[in-house]
């Protein structure tokens, strides 16, 4: 079984930046993909940024390309996402998730909450 526990949300004012960190523990080994989503009260979860650690790609939803960036430090089994510019329409509930191994298909399901079988439970983003 594997843990997920997410950090680092608060309010920020538009144009500003925050970085999320989710920090993975229990049966963790070499290859996962990890990915950041987020969800606003009665919407569908939105896949925001995802990254296989086996591998160097990384997907992104096309409202946060140029914004936001996926990153991990394999020692620490920590994920990160650096949210730059952000605006109001950022704001929501934040998610991290894991599966285990590589998500095969198109980059379209890196994206998709049905891949992940872990979820931590989420860090508020406000931007106003």
């Known amino acids: 079984h594997v843990q997920l526990v997410e950090s680092g949300g608060g309010s920020v004012q538009a144009g500003g930046s925050l970085r999320l960190s989710c920090a993975a523990s229990?049966?963790?080994?070499?290859?996962?993909?990890m990915a950041w989503f987020r969800q606003a009260p009665g919407k569908e979860r939105e896949g925001v940024a995802a990254v296989y650690t086996g591998g160097g790609d990384s997907y992104y939803a096309d409202s946060v390309k140029g914004r936001f960036t996926i990153s991990r430090d394999s020692v620490t089994n920590t994920v990160y996402l650096q949210m730059n510019s952000l605006k109001p329409e950022d704001t929501d509930m934040y998610y991290c998730a894991a599966t285990r191994g590589e998500i095969f298909g198109s980059s379209y399901y890196y994206l998709k909450y049905f891949e992940y079988t872990y979820w931590g439970q989420g860090t508020q983003v406000t931007v106003s």
């Open positions: 229990g049966y963790i080994d070499r290859y996962y993909t």
